[in-house]
């Protein structure tokens, strides 16, 4: 069962079903974290099959509905316990209450709430209407079957910028240790130490243990000895978040959700919008499509490489006119009345399914169009020599790189204009190259590039990389990040295009191949129990209902879990990585791959947030 099924089966089963009697209508109220999972994992016809009538945003005004009982689905905070008690009103002199909003509340929470809010809840007017008090332990988005968000937009930059905060990373460990719940899992925590200065690595991590201990103490979670949670600061891998990949869903959200790009694709919506005829004068031309793994035809092209694409919908579409061409048989007076009903109750379908073929043909098309228009195809072969140190025949490149950026940075007689994310990329490339070559640029060299390419505003990526462990200058007071060695891989019959290979793959193949992971660069952690203690509940009865949960992953024994947790963003091509590991590995001894981070940002927001460290 993937992650997103997991999480719905959990919605449905342990919030919806207890509550739905036929005929009996709820209002669903939520906090944005809520609404976020909810309409992540349901749809509108979910919802009303479960008796959800209406579903309303806790901190917006409402109408009152006082017939009707409120389903409520929030963290639990004093905020959202703030307004959960306002809208019940307040109890009067002669017993009757004013501004109640609701017939009764049934109060689930996306993770553990603290015993001082439960004894708030169970000490105000509120309670004669509570019904219901559970804990689901859902606290994070499941975007796809592997990855996961904690949904933490300014994460990057508190945990970089130094602006975070006790509370916000105790809100992170919670969410964190959610996810292992959702599996039914106790992954014990791996943490990659990257230098003395990245303290919210090590604070994360603690907490995160504790967070765990106290999981398995209430019987929510269950030890497991193989399972692992590796949790990594954005600077073991400085090079993937930024680099062009020419896999469909990766190259789809680079190129089409830049503004450049008209903004074709939402990647927060995940929409991608297009013409779907010629005269795109038209509004009726335009078309919206969703790119979610329910759509089986995206599940099925999102991680094939560019030219792989047509090919793949060319034959899905031969297929469908085949399908399409036998159901009408041979046509003439030897096609019967039945014949015909059938061929008419299934063309809908068929142009469903054709229309859905058009769209991915469209989106790569529009893919091509972009990397053949401007310098894309350029940088993308630029970038992969200087991210694996090799030319395409795989000649070490030494110092050859300094020469063919020079077209990059200072534009010859005629030739090409880089955009200034182009030249970001190729330039942070360029320092690093530098560097692993034990020749660390100087601040003033950088400034006289930077200067010559145009790019001021950019400057404040490549000086904020410091930030990230990494010192690119070699006069840092920061100890330098120590990498491991890379796994060397056969690149053979490899695109040109795609000769790299994200760090993270390394990390999850050592795991799932049972070669033990590197412990002096990824050393388990082990931290003491923080016992918080117990407080007296006053006599007052806990509704919490958290006991542990069944086995969400279709009734049958489980394997192992690599839970891979990189602190700020992950990219799309670290997600692709989940995938196929998972997929080429699971059946040979069971480990299954899942990735998630804070947020997950397309190359050019990851540069933006690069850019913004410390604003």
């Excluded at 909810?38 to 945003?57: A, R």
């Excluded at 310098?375 to 300094?402: H, W, Y």
């Excluded at 003033?444 to 010192?471: C, H, Q, S, Y």
């Excluded at 007296?536 to 086995?551: F, N, Y």
């Amino acid at each position: 069962m993937s992650l997103k099924d997991a999480a719905r089966k959990i919605i449905v089963d342990d919030m919806f079903r207890p509550l739905h009697n036929r005929g009996e209508w709820k209002i669903l109220v939520v906090d944005n974290l809520g609404k976020k999972i909810i309409s992540t994992c349901l749809k509108m016809k979910d919802m009303l099959d479960n008796g959800i009538t209406l579903i309303e945003d806790l901190a917006k005004a409402r109408q009152p509905l006082t017939y009707l009982d409120a389903v409520y689905f929030v963290r639990p905070n004093q905020k959202n316990i703030d307004h959960i008690k306002k809208d019940f009103g307040e109890k009067g002199v002669s017993g009757e209450y004013s501004g109640r909003l609701y017939k009764a509340a049934h109060l689930f929470f996306t993770e553990i709430i603290p015993d001082d809010m439960l004894i708030d809840i169970a000490k105000s007017d509120i309670a004669p209407f509570v019904q219901t008090v559970k804990e689901l332990n859902l606290a994070f988005l499941p975007i796809e079957e592997r990855v996961f968000s904690l949904d933490n937009p300014t994460a990057y930059n508190d945990y970089y910028g130094g602006k975070m905060t006790e509370k916000k990373l105790d809100e992170i460990a919670e969410q964190l240790v959610t996810v292992c719940a959702t599996l039914d899992e106790s992954p014990c925590p791996k943490v990659r130490i990257c230098n003395s200065n990245l303290d919210c690595v090590k604070k994360l991590a603690t907490k995160v243990q504790a967070k765990l201990e106290k999981y398995k103490e209430a019987d929510i979670l269950t030890a497991n000895n193989k399972s692992q949670l590796i949790i990594l600061d954005r600077g073991f891998d400085p090079i993937s978040p930024f680099l062009h990949e020419l896999t469909f869903q990766a190259m789809a959200y680079d190129l089409l959700s830049a503004v450049s790009a008209s903004s074709k694709i939402d990647p927060v919506k995940n929409t991608y919008t297009f013409d779907s005829r010629q005269d795109s004068s038209l509004d009726d031309t335009k078309k919206e499509i969703i790119l979610d793994t329910s759509n089986e035809v995206w599940k099925e092209l999102r991680h094939l490489h560019i030219s792989n694409v047509a090919q793949r919908v060319t034959q899905k579409t031969n297929a469908l006119m085949e399908n399409y061409s036998n159901l009408r048989g041979s046509g003439g007076e030897q096609t019967n009345m039945s014949e015909i009903k059938e061929i008419i109750n299934k063309m809908p379908k068929y142009k469903r399914e054709e229309a859905n073929l058009n769209s991915f043909i469209k989106l790569a098309e529009d893919c091509m169009a972009a990397y053949n228009s401007g310098t894309v195809e350029r940088a993308v072969k630029l970038e992969q020599d200087m991210s694996t140190g090799f030319d395409s025949t795989n000649k070490p490149i030494g110092e050859r790189f300094v020469k063919a950026c020079v077209p990059v940075f200072v534009p010859q007689n005629n030739g090409p204009l880089f955009t200034h994310y182009e030249k970001l990329r190729v330039l942070i490339l360029y320092v690093l190259n530098k560097k692993s070559l034990g020749k660390h640029l100087s601040k003033e060299t950088l400034l006289r590039l930077i200067e010559r390419a145009e790019i001021k505003r950019e400057e404040k990526a490549v000086n904020n990389m410091i930030d990230l462990g990494i010192d690119i200058f070699g006069t840092s007071d920061i100890p330098d990040r120590r990498d491991p060695p890379r796994r060397e891989r056969d690149t053979s019959g490899v695109f040109e295009t795609s000769r790299w290979t994200p760090v993270v793959m390394d990390i999850m193949e050592a795991v799932v191949h049972e070669k033990n992971l590197d412990t002096s660069h990824y050393p388990f952690f082990h931290a003491e129990s923080q016992n918080d203690g117990e407080m007296d509940m006053g006599g007052i009865t806990s509704l919490r209902g958290h006991g542990k949960k069944q086995q969400v992953m279709g009734g049958r024994a489980t394997g192992p879990k690599l839970i891979i947790f990189v602190m700020g963003s992950i990219s799309y091509s670290e997600m692709r990585c989940a995938h196929q590991v998972s997929e080429t590995q699971t059946t040979r001894n069971g480990w299954e791959v899942i990735i998630g981070s804070d947020n997950i940002l397309t190359p050019e927001r990851y540069l933006d947030n690069l850019i913004k460290l410390k604003d």
